[in-house]
């Protein structure tokens, strides 16, 4: 043993080593006298006792080689005093009618179960003798056999309830023992005290004790690789006390704590400061393992007290999961499992351990969430439905929040999202299929079903700004398009706090309903066709932009946006021809949002049409003053717009109309005009597309009217006579196409200004019928517009029509676009270029792969491709 040296306090004064005593002081003097001043310290008499002394005994006794005898010693000494403190103070606390009375509902695992009834057996062999070599005080020996009675009744009626496992029902305060709850309550904070009181005893001791065997831990401890007086201190508590084999201090105190912590989950105010103490002492008390740093040593806590706390957890939270579900509520559920996360973490933080919060987050989310996930979603009457329908933005966004703390739940929230969009889009398009099916089956035009629409139009503002029946059905479709959609960003924004995944299942899904609907492009181009109009009522130009905006949201899902362009063009021509557009500016800046999305290419032709207006007005200007100037003024003001064929929808190919001489002299002057501007240029003229402001006199009164080019050619017919005209004459004199004729002679005598008498009386147009002028016409207005009857909704053979020539475009793209690919890249594989093709062209419609291999093939057999001898699948360009 090496001789000792010098030695501090821990504030760093230097000690003396203490003088030595010869053998006039025997070993076993010293250790008397040592064990004489630890049983002082252990009852707090160390007023008389002398530090350096006692320091000086435990010196000599190493010093000597009496460190075995000293070691052990002590340990028995101070499981002796602990034996004795848990007879006397810890054994007289545990509650009267056993550990149940303060667990009711209680079920620990059965592990602990074990250690009980191990604990419960020895106790009753060791009882009589433990008792009698404590103390010979009768009081004692009845505790101890009141203590064996309980621990036997705990035992027996938890193993009969728990088979093992949790209880079923885990209710610490079930209905009727809210008032014995406090009982329990108040007994097992008399144990919580007597043990806390006892291991703060026990500490304070054996930092006193620590202080005078200081060079037992310096030489002795170091030399042979033993616990510290300190750490045996705790390893005794551990052994003698909580982990006793004599007494089942262990499943007392469990029961215990896991009682307070569930009667404070059902509402009730415990001690939390009683609590924490005794588990910062489980905690503190670890177990040593061989090779492992001591700071990582296991705790009593992490190794016994945790499991149960977390077993009993389940038990209960699962539990009150099926109670909460069973009440068929799903937005209070989640308030509920919101607000038990919460508690949990602030339990965690208060009086539970750190490394308990995730496990106990892990059980919870399990529980409540994991096991429970369609349940709750499709929880009729209140669950996603239901939130969704009512616009329930707080309890969306806490569903969300929940769900993402589970690995399933972002996914099935993104498919319950998805249900209930493709579920509510497949009710708009329904909705809009059986309106379309009930335009079809019949003429717009007859009065019935007018005087049908005027009655619904009162009940909805899209039918009445819309300016036929069809626009209606389309205004309807998108406004309830555009109202979902505004109704999910706003969920998106504010519940779901801008998650990608939940933006691309509601994209998707939105993507899927719309394209489902056939005439999504048709009925989107005349959304905005209306939008566009002059004499919108109620919206500003902000507002309009507004609307335009948001509708570009919806054009973004379309896959046919070629079909979307053919339809646009014509609704465009239309506002352009007629004068309906609301302004150049707005056109403009539609066109704007269209190129974003679709490139410049997509609104080329469009832009070119607004450039062959403009060009049109600076060719009015040239011509009127060139009539101006001239010895001939005009009859009347004439308006030409002169249209590049290339970008309008307009056939080559113009109706035939016969025009009388005073509109051909006008005709032919403009020619020759344009003619000396222009030289080489043909102009076709295309009457069906013009409209006239004519003066006309009636009995009453003169009014100015505007109507259509043939309706201004049919009516110039009974300018100079009085005449009855059949149909086949007004056919004969004016050549105008049946189908034109009749709707041009509809708008004059069947409609709201008939200034045509129709015999016989009506609102069809036949072939047997004849015409005359109403001079007794009247009118309050003096000037007023004669609609031209529109034609009736596409028919099933003019969708198809307008669907091959859509198809016959789609063929010139994807070859072009095969061969630009090709003609850049000179050699490529089959499917690295269908797959290149439908990305160049996804902005525009969505190529499917057949019709793809189909133009390849087209490609080669004419030349402009080949493929390669040793690989069928890879294509060479032909220049």
């Known amino acids: 043993m090496n001789a000792p040296g ?107 179960l074990n250690n009980s009834q191990s604990a419960s057996s020895s106790s009753r062999t060791n009882a009589h003798s433990a008792a009698s070599s404590s103390s010979t005080n009768s009081k004692g020996k009845g505790k101890a056999t009141d203590f064996e009675s309980d621990s036997d009744s705990f035992t027996d009626g938890a193993q009969d309830g728990s088979s093992g496992s949790a209880a079923a029902t885990m209710s610490a305060t079930q209905a009727g023992d809210r008032a014995d709850a406090v009982a329990r309550i108040q007994a097992g904070e008399r144990l919580m005290t007597a043990i806390r009181d006892t291991w703060l005893d026990h500490r304070s001791c054996m930092s006193k004790l620590s202080e005078v065997l200081k060079y037992v831990d310096r030489v002795y401890v170091e030399n042979h690789k033993v616990p510290s007086i300190n750490r045996l201190g705790l390893e005794i508590f551990r052994d003698s006390v909580i982990r006793s084999a004599i007494y089942p201090i262990q499943i ?141 933005k707080e309890d969306l966004g806490r569903m969300y929040t929940l769900f993402n703390k589970v690995s399933e739940g972002p996914q099935t929230l993104r498919l319950g999202l998805k249900s209930y969009i493709a579920a509510k889009g497949k009710l708009i ?16 035009q007859r009065e019935a079903q007018d005087d049908s629409a005027k009655a619904k139009s009162k009940d909805k503002a899209a039918d009445s700004e819309a300016s036929t029946p069809q626009a209606a059905t389309a205004i309807r479709w998108v406004q309830e398009v555009l109202e979902f959609k505004n109704k999910f960003d706003a969920i998106l924004d504010t519940a779901f706090f801008k998650d990608t995944g939940c933006e691309t299942s509601i994209n998707e899904a939105f993507e899927s309903f719309i394209n489902s609907n056939k005439r999504a492009p048709e009925f989107i181009s005349l959304f905005i066709d209306e939008n566009l109009k002059k004499g919108l009522k109620g919206k500003t130009e902000a507002e309009v932009d507004e609307v335009l905006r948001k509708t570009i949201s919806v054009f973004r899902f ?66 009127n003053k060139t009539i101006k100037n001239s010895h001939r003024p005009m009859p009347f003001a004439l308006s030409v717009n002169v249209l590049t064929s290339t970008n309008w929808p ?25 003619q000396s501007k222009h030289n080489g240029r043909v102009l076709t003229w295309h009457a069906n597309l013009g409209n006239a402001d004519v003066r006309v006199a009636f009995k009453s009164r003169t009014h100015e009217i505007n109507l259509s080019t043939f ?15 059949s149909y086949s004459d007004i056919a004969r004199a004016t050549n105008i196409p049946d189908s034109d004729l009749q709707r041009t002679l509809q708008s004059l005598a069947c409609a709201k200004f008939r200034m045509l008498i129709k015999t016989p009386k009506g609102r069809e147009v036949n072939k047997d ?36 020539k859509v198809e016959e475009e789609r063929k010139n793209l994807i070859e072009a676009c095969i061969v630009r690919i090709m003609k850049n890249r000179k050699t490529l594989g089959h499917n690295d270029l269908v797959q290149e093709t439908i990305t160049q062209l996804s902005a525009r419609f969505q190529p499917t792969i057949p019709f793809i291999k189909k133009r390849i093939e087209s490609l080669i057999e004419r030349e402009y491709l080949e493929r390669q001898q040793d690989d069928r699948g890879m294509y060479n360009y032909l220049a």
Not at 711 to 725: P, S
Not at 769 to 794: D, H
């Open 650 to 674: 307009i056939s080559a190919q113009a109706p035939s109309c016969t025009m009388p001489d005073t509109l051909m002299e006008a005709r032919r002057r403009f020619e020759e005009f344009y």
């Open 711 to 725: 309706a201004l050619v049919v009516l110039l017919l009974f300018d100079q006579t009085d005449a009855t005209l």
């Open 252 to 392: 007392y105190l469990y029961s215990t704590l896991l009682t307070h912590i569930q009667i404070e989950r059902e509402g009730s105010a415990i001690s939390r400061s009683l609590v924490k103490s005794n588990v910062d002492m489980l905690a503190d008390l670890t177990q040593h393992k061989p090779g492992m740093p001591s700071n990582q040593d296991p705790s009593v806590y992490s190794t016994d007290f945790e499991p149960a706390f977390l077993q009993t957890s389940a038990a209960f939270y699962s539990a009150e999961a099926d109670r909460w579900l069973d009440a068929g509520d799903a937005a209070k559920y989640l308030a509920h499992v919101a607000r038990r996360l919460q508690e949990e973490a602030d339990r965690v933080s208060v009086y539970l351990k750190p490394e308990t919060s995730k496990p106990l987050q892990h059980l919870l989310e399990k529980n409540f969430l994991a096991k429970h996930l369609s349940t709750i979603i499709d929880m009729p009457g209140s669950g996603l439905v239901t939130m969704l329908d009512e616009d329930r």
């Open 6 to 112: 010098s030695m501090r306090r821990p504030g760093g004064t230097k000690l003396k080593p203490p003088k030595k005593i010869g053998l006039d002081v025997s070993i076993e003097d010293m250790w008397l006298r040592l064990a004489h001043a630890i049983s002082q310290i252990q009852n707090h008499n160390i007023s008389k006792l002398s530090y350096e002394e006692h320091y000086r005994y435990a010196y000599n006794l190493v010093l000597y080689q009496q460190g075995d005898m000293l070691y052990h010693g002590v340990k028995k000494q101070v499981q002796s005093h602990l034996d004795k403190l848990c007879r006397e103070k810890i054994i007289p606390a545990f509650p009267p009618g056993g550990a149940a009375s303060v667990s009711s509902g209680i079920i620990l695992p059965e592990a602990l």
């Open 429 to 444: 398009n329904d909705a809009v299929t059986s309106q379309t099916a009930a335009q079809q089956d019949a003429p717009m």
């Open 769 to 804: 019928n004849t015409f005359a002028f109403n001079s007794s016409f009247t009118c309050p207005l003096a000037r007023f517009k004669i609609q031209q009857i529109a034609a009736r909704v596409e028919t099933a053979k003019e969708r198809k029509e307008t669907n091959e």
């Open 558 to 623: 379309l896959h046919e946006k070629d079909t979307f362009e053919r339809y646009y063009k014509q609704h465009l021509a239309k506002r352009l021809l007629q004068g309906r557009s609301v302004s150049d500016d707005a056109e403009r800046g539609m066109m704007a949002k269209l190129k974003i999305e679709s490139g410049h290419g997509y609104v080329a032709k469009l832009q070119g049409m607004l450039n062959d207006m403009k060009t049109s007005e600076e060719t009015m200007d040239h011509f």
